[in-house]
């Protein structure tokens, strides 16, 4: 059974950082494709950043130059460092593994920047 398991969502100012994590078992993590994702109330779930098992990166234009996706497949894990933040980055992210469509999903951690 494949458990995807986010954590270091929470309140911070804006201006401030966070640290996701999103730890998989029961999948081989490492030939996999791995992407954070974002939805508000009301919002479709959105694109953050993706980094396929070879290739480029890619960012939402919003985040650019402020988030860092990175995946140590040692740990089975996937990390979303966030600088930076704006009131509108409040969400709950997602971590996905092995492609929006057909892949899996974990069930999310929020995050509020607000004063």
């Known amino acids: 059974q494949v458990q995807l398991v986010e954590s270091g969502g929470g309140l911070v100012q804006p201006g401030g950082s966070l640290r996701l994590s999103c730890t998989a078992s029961?999948?081989?993590?490492?030939?996999?494709?791995v992407g954070w994702y974002r939805q508000t109330a009301g919002k479709q779930r959105e694109l953050v950043a993706y980094t396929p098992t070879g290739g480029s990166i890619n960012y939402a234009d919003s985040v650019k130059g402020r988030f860092t996706i990175s995946r140590d497949n040692a740990k089975n894990t996937v990390y979303l460092q966030m600088v930076s933040l704006k009131p509108e980055d409040t969400a709950v992210y997602y971590c996905n593994v092995g492609g929006s469509r057909m892949g899996y999903w974990g069930k999310g951690t929020l995050v509020t920047v607000s004063l």
């Open positions: 029961g999948i081989n993590f490492s030939i996999y494709s």
